[in-house]
């Protein structure tokens, strides 16, 4: 066991169920229920969809699922924010600068980086995530080589960004979700920062089920009787307007009465007024557990993903996943274990969903292959040793040191 505590550092904690946020509960969660105290510092904002400088919580400090949480309020610069949004939808090219700006204006908190220093340098392992929020370069540029980092890299603008450099340099340790995210890392920043990244470790992000998940709210009026789902954010980012595309063409070459269900928030217009979609927006987890285990498959054309938590469930709920060839990384989660389809275009789409409609056989046979994997890679104490093991390194280098001196 280890012998420090842990300060988990991410913006939104409780209401909001992004993958980062998801991955940051998980870790807290698991963590304290092997007896490693855990601390959750976010910020008083509610989720991404509302605005990030109100102040939604009292700061202060909360116990959210029975692990401490400190919130602390938000950092009130928009318009230094809105400004660098306005030259990337321009197509302007920035500067440093801007970029520095794009951060610190972004969802920040000036009071959680001051009270932070008081556990720097002390008996806590602090841990920082994700990458792409003002609040996780801020924290570790403060405290450089004392906060880890878990980046949830994708393969975006931001990625490339001088201040992206400069967040690997300072980091204490960087955990990567996937070996394919750690791989476009070491492919851009591998000769600029060196063994930093190189020697970095690939914890993945754990999986599991609740034991007692019966979907109690199992029967639904709008519920199709045949239907592949769609769950996570509706955004544009990740796909879901050419998910929508694919789908129509797909049930109207087939002439098929199976439908698309979505499960999750985001813009609900980017779903059309159709027979083919059935919006159930966010829902209780017993829920999206049932709606997913009576499914055809879960699909994630998303092409920004650093691990794809849902695919993972999925899995575990006995479904095949349909994902995009051009996302490295939910493509060969899927070759690793044989565990889905990846498709390319339109045409591909439609015929991996027919194959797994017209194949009982070969689709629970992928869905099989998939749960042996995640439960052998992705359980929490898979997970989370990982974890333990770097740092109990850091203590025992530490001891060594101070042994010697």
Same mark, same amino acid.
């Given at each position: 066991?280890? &012998?420090?505590?842990?300060?988990?550092?991410?913006?939104?904690?409780?209401?909001?169920?992004?993958?980062?946020?998801?991955?940051?509960?998980?870790?807290?969660?698991?963590?304290?229920?092997?007896?490693?105290?855990?601390?959750?510092?976010?910020?008083?904002?509610?989720?991404?969809?509302?605005?990030?400088?109100?102040?939604?919580?009292?700061?202060?400090?909360?116990?959210?699922?029975?692990?401490?949480?400190?919130?602390?309020?938000?950092?009130?610069?928009?318009?230094?924010?809105?400004?660098?949004?306005?030259?990337?939808?321009?197509?302007?090219?920035?500067?440093?600068?801007?970029?520095?700006?794009?951060?610190?204006?972004?969802?920040?908190?000036?009071?959680?980086?001051?009270?932070?220093?008081?556990?720097?340098?002390?008996?806590?392992?602090?841990?920082?995530?994700?990458?792409?929020?003002?609040?996780?370069?801020?924290?570790?540029?403060?405290?450089?080589?004392?906060?880890?980092?878990?980046?949830?890299?994708?393969?975006?603008?931001?990625?490339?960004?001088?201040?992206?450099?400069?967040?690997?340099?300072?980091?204490?340790?960087?955990?990567?979700?996937?070996?394919?995210?750690?791989?476009?890392?070491?492919?851009?920043?591998?000769?600029s920062v060196g063994r930093q990244?190189?020697?970095?470790?690939?914890?993945?992000?754990?999986?599991?089920?609740?034991?007692?998940?019966?979907?109690?709210?199992?029967?639904?009026?709008?519920?199709?009787?045949?239907?592949?789902?769609?769950?996570?954010?509706?955004?544009?980012?990740?796909? /879901?307007?050419?998910?929508?595309?694919?789908?129509?063409?797909?049930?109207?070459?087939?002439?098929?009465?199976?439908?698309?269900?979505?499960?999750?928030?985001?813009?609900?217009?980017?779903?059309?007024?159709?027979?083919?979609?059935?919006?159930?927006?966010?829902?209780?987890?017993?829920?999206?557990?049932?709606?997913?285990?009576?499914?055809?498959?879960?699909?994630?054309?998303?092409?920004?993903?650093?691990?794809?938590?849902?695919?993972?469930?999925?899995?575990?709920?006995?479904?095949?996943?349909?994902?995009?060839?051009?996302?490295?990384?939910?493509?060969?989660?899927?070759?690793?274990?044989?565990?889905? #389809?990846?498709?390319?275009?339109?045409?591909?789409?439609?015929?991996?969903?027919?194959?797994?409609?017209?194949?009982?056989?070969?689709?629970?046979?992928?869905?099989?292959?998939?749960?042996?994997?995640?439960?052998r890679a992705y359980s929490f104490?898979? /997970? #989370?040793?990982?974890?333990?093991?770097?740092?109990?390194? &850091?203590?025992? #280098?530490?001891?060594?040191?101070?042994?010697?001196?």
């Open positions: 066991m280890l &012998d420090k505590k842990i300060i988990i550092v991410t913006p939104w904690f409780e209401g909001f169920a992004g993958g980062a946020e998801l991955l940051a509960r998980g870790m807290a969660r698991e963590f304290d229920k092997r007896g490693v105290p855990v601390m959750v510092f976010t910020t008083c904002s509610r989720s991404p969809y509302d605005s990030w400088w109100e102040d939604y919580y009292e700061p202060g400090v909360y116990t959210v699922a029975g692990i401490e949480t400190r919130r602390f309020a938000t950092l009130k610069a928009p318009a230094q924010y809105q400004a660098v949004v306005g030259k990337l939808q321009r197509g302007e090219n920035l500067t440093a600068r801007d970029e520095q700006d794009f951060f610190v204006g972004g969802i920040n908190s000036d009071a959680l980086i001051d009270a932070l220093g008081e556990y720097v340098g002390r008996d806590y392992e602090i841990i920082a995530l994700p990458y792409f929020q003002g609040l996780t370069h801020l924290v570790i540029n403060q405290y450089p080589g004392q906060v880890s980092l878990i980046p949830c890299f994708h393969d975006e603008p931001q990625f490339y960004w001088g201040t992206t450099e400069r967040l690997l340099r300072h980091a204490k340790h960087i955990f990567f979700n996937s070996h394919d995210e750690k791989q476009m890392t070491i492919k851009q920043y591998g000769r990244i190189v020697e970095s470790v690939v914890t993945g992000v754990g999986v599991e089920l609740p034991v007692c998940d019966n979907g109690q709210e199992a029967s639904l009026e709008r519920l199709p009787k045949s239907y592949f789902v769609y769950a996570g954010r509706k955004e544009v980012g990740k796909n /879901v307007p050419l998910l929508c595309r694919w789908f129509t063409s797909y049930a109207e070459k087939f002439h098929s009465p199976t439908k698309l269900v979505f499960i999750g928030g985001g813009d609900k217009s980017l779903v059309p007024q159709s027979d083919h979609f059935v919006d159930f927006g966010f829902v209780p987890e017993a829920l999206k557990h049932h709606l997913i285990r009576h499914s055809k498959g879960v699909i994630n054309l998303s092409e920004n993903e650093s691990f794809s938590i849902v695919i993972m469930e999925g899995w575990l709920l006995g479904v095949p996943a349909v994902v995009s060839a051009r996302c490295a990384v939910t493509r060969n989660h899927v070759r690793r274990c044989n565990g889905g #389809l990846y498709v390319a275009n339109g045409e591909e789409f439609s015929l991996a969903l027919k194959y797994l409609e017209d194949n009982q056989e070969v689709h629970d046979l992928l869905a099989a292959n998939g749960q042996r994997y995640v439960r104490d898979a /997970v #989370l040793s990982r974890y333990l093991r770097e740092f109990r390194q &850091d203590r025992q #280098l530490e001891q060594n040191c101070s042994t010697a001196w």
